[in-house]
């Protein structure tokens, strides 16, 4: 069973794999791919230095960056619903396997990124797989000598998925000392040494990579000032919280759709807690499992919506004793198999026939907007064009050779004035006349007279205005662009 969901989850992420890199974070990991260099963000720090070493092994054989992050992309996604179902089933039954690997294959979020250069799957798979052996470390049905055991095998695949993904160092630590408290002491010193020693090698082999060890942890220790300063609640106070949690709602909305209602039935159901709390190891095991990485979330950051995919699988399995529980609670056990339909047919023709953030098309359509922006603006001369974007400059860079482009950060320059004339804000190339003033982004807002709407094939968009070199460029509200003349 565990083999054909493999199997049918990577059918289904292979017809929707992009062709160019996705997101500047896709660019920085194919910079990396070339020269790892965290401090120069060649990728980000910490480096994800074993992720890029697996890349670079793919891509001798693909010569292609791209395809080589998308070829994990969709093994990683595929991996993970084989193992929520192996967990699943240790954890339940067959019958809450089976749903809970349904519903993570059709969730939508986690299909689309099946598909684009990210490593966010990834993230995923390397969650569900330590949970599964942790939980063999706590599993009261174990002897403990065999719990020890699991717990040292549990520890090794920790310790190297922190080179993979190092968030994971933060969000698996309560499920290591749960499983701990299962074995000797002896054995949890072991299984912390082992971790430990892991963690070292993954630091020291990204340090003697990145061109000494105190380069690569003063990379790490800006990233974690920037981080903290821009959006933790120790940077910024209470209104981080507000501000994290909103964006942690958007993200589990869209990652969850149709399931949040079967989340929150496993919550409030009398029945369901009732089930559920039999097992308290098991109970301790979810909860401390889901909670870890949803209050970092919470308190110091959720960039973006591949983030929630620690938490994704577990939820599943949440949403899978709740079709369970409403089953039973509305006495129409019958009922069970048409809710588990609905579910998995309402998010996925979410991700195939809908137009929302992450669907099929709106991927299709910006994977697809690359090469056709692209093309659309190798026919204005360079010296009289200026490319604006917020948050897309490296990706743009990567693409798009020729016309200058302004970059700007909405959240740190939200507000500003920018004159257009070569002498006063020299870039290269100019000369004088009028200039084509381009908006990149979709999430930039063209305000005031003058803009020109142009609709590539696929449906991506470029703003455009034809306006003297006199004029002046005004950004308000962060993303708000107006041409003053």
């Known amino acids: 069973m565990a083999l054909a969901l493999f199997g049918l989850a990577l059918l289904t992420r292979l017809p929707f ?32 230095l074993w992720y890029i070493l697996v890349l670079r092994a793919i891509d001798l054989a693909t010569h292609d960056p791209n395809r080589a992050m998308t070829i994990v992309s969709a093994l990683a996604g595929a991996a993970t619903v084989a193992l929520v179902y192996f967990l699943a089933a240790r954890l339940y039954d067959e019958r809450t396997a089976k749903v809970s690997a349904l519903f993570v294959l059709t ?48 520890t090794t695949a920790w310790g190297i998925a922190i080179g993979f993904r190092s968030d994971l160092a933060i969000f698996l630590a309560p499920l290591w000392l749960l499983a701990a408290t299962r074995a000797t002491i002896a054995t949890a010193a072991l299984s912390a040494g082992v971790t430990a020693a892991l963690v070292g090698l993954w630091v020291l082999a990204s340090g003697l990579a990145d061109g000494g060890l105190a380069r690569f942890l003063e990379a790490v220790s800006i990233q974690s000032k920037f981080v903290n300063d821009r959006y933790s609640v120790f940077g910024n106070g209470p209104i981080a919280i507000y501000r994290n949690a909103y964006e942690l709602g958007r993200f589990l909305g869209r990652g969850l759709y149709f399931l949040i209602p079967l989340v929150v039935v496993t919550v409030i159901s009398t029945e369901a807690r009732r089930i559920e709390l039999r ?37 599943a399995i949440v949403a899978a004793r709740g079709t369970i529980a409403l089953a039973k609670g509305i006495r129409m056990p019958r009922t069970f198999k048409w809710i588990v339909m609905a579910v998995v047919l309402g998010n996925a023709a979410i991700f195939l026939l809908s ?12 994977d697809r907007g690359i090469d056709e922006k692209v093309a659309y603006l190798a026919t204005f001369a360079p010296d009289v064009t200026q490319v604006v974007t917020a948050y897309d400059d490296v990706l743009v860079n990567r693409y798009l050779h020729g016309p200058p482009v302004l970059r700007y950060d909405p959240v740190a320059t939200p507000e500003f004035t920018l004159s257009l004339a070569c002498d006063v804000a020299p870039r290269k190339p100019c000369s004088d006349g009028d200039v084509d003033v381009v908006l990149w982004d979709d999430l930039l ?11 590539m094939p696929d449906g991506a968009r470029l703003r455009i205005a034809h306006v003297p070199r006199s004029a002046s460029l005004r950004v308000t509200a962060g993303l708000g662009v107006e041409i003053v003349r």
């Not at 995919?309 to 577990?314: C, I, T």
């Not at 137009?355 to 910006?366: F, G, K, N, V, W």
Request: net charge neutral; with cysteine; hydrophobic share 45%.
């Open 445 to 455: 807002r063209a305000e005031g007279p003058g803009w020109q709407e142009v609709r």
């Open 107 to 154: 969730a939508v979020t986690f299909w689309a990124y099946g598909g684009v250069a990210y490593p966010y799957t990834l993230l995923g798979a390397l969650t569900i797989l330590c949970a599964l052996l942790f939980w063999r470390a706590v599993d009261p049905a174990q002897p403990r000598t065999r719990r020890g055991l699991h717990l040292v095998v549990a």
């Open 17 to 48: 794999a992009t062709s160019n890199l996705y997101a500047p974070d896709s660019v920085l990991y194919e910079r990396g791919m070339a020269q790892f260099d965290p401090f120069d963000h060649r990728p980000q720090p910490p480096g994800y």
């Open 279 to 315: 097992d308290r190891w098991r109970t301790a095991f979810i909860t401390v499992w889901l909670l870890t990485p949803l209050a970092f979330y919470l308190f110091i950051h959720v960039g973006e919506y591949g983030y929630i995919f620690s938490v994704l699988p577990g939820l």
């Open 355 to 366: 137009d929302t953030p992450l669907s099929a098309h709106e991927i299709a359509r910006h």
